[in-house]
């Protein structure tokens, strides 16, 4: 009882981090159905072919470096690569995910060197190469589904769980698709 009166006290607080208040163990408990969710999304055959047509660019890092601060510095007025990540058919089918579905906040996806491939609503950089939702899930090219903590999330301004899995084509991990769960949805599971 009181775990959940303190659950839902802080959740009131924006910004704060809640990992804390649920172990790797609970959380994946809770979010079973979201994850086999989002690894069913990452066998659709448009998603894995929108990852292996990006990486078949292979973008050099110093190229994909140059894109986030594009990204980040776009502020409200979104650029051609923002308008392109957030808008090609990969992203309108997140689109219709997350406004079908109140348990998602946000989907995206990346290539294999964390590199926006579609994104709804548009993530807050453009490389997530760097951050643990991908190098976790990406595992060095093995592939796995990694929970992220529960907190506060800047492009959504929402608490959120993020469940990362992997993207594979021919037995190989080729990307990562991401998937904000609602803090809502964790509250009406327990």
């Known amino acids: 009882m009181f775990r959940k009166l303190l659950f839902t006290y802080l959740l009131v607080i924006p ?3 809640l ?3 649920f172990s790797k163990e609970e959380l994946a408990d809770l979010l079973e159905v979201k994850v086999r969710y989002a690894r069913h999304m990452a066998f659709n055959p448009s998603i894995v ?3 292996e047509s990006q990486n078949g660019q292979q973008l050099a890092l110093a190229e994909i470096k140059r894109r986030d601060e594009e990204w980040k510095n776009a ?6 690569l923002v308008r392109d990540i957030t808008g090609n058919s990969v992203a309108q089918y997140f689109q219709r995910r997350v406004e079908n579905n109140s348990a998602i906040d946000e989907v995206f996806l990346t290539d294999n060197q964390g590199a926006n491939v579609a994104a709804f609503p548009p993530t807050s950089d453009y490389w997530q190469g760097d951050e643990e939702k991908w190098t976790a899930s990406y595992n060095n090219g093995d592939g796995t589904v990694f929970i992220g903590p529960l907190e506060f999330d800047e492009s959504t301004q929402k ?4 469940i990362s899995a992997p993207i594979v084509s021919r037995d190989r991990t080729i990307g990562v698709l991401v998937l904000g769960v609602s803090v809502d949805y964790l509250k009406g599971k327990q």
């Open 15 to 17: 910004g704060l981090v």
């Open 19 to 21: 990992a804390q208040e």
């Open 49 to 51: 072919r929108a990852v």
């Open 75 to 80: 502020g409200d007025n979104p650029t051609a």
């Open 159 to 162: 608490t959120q769980v993020q």
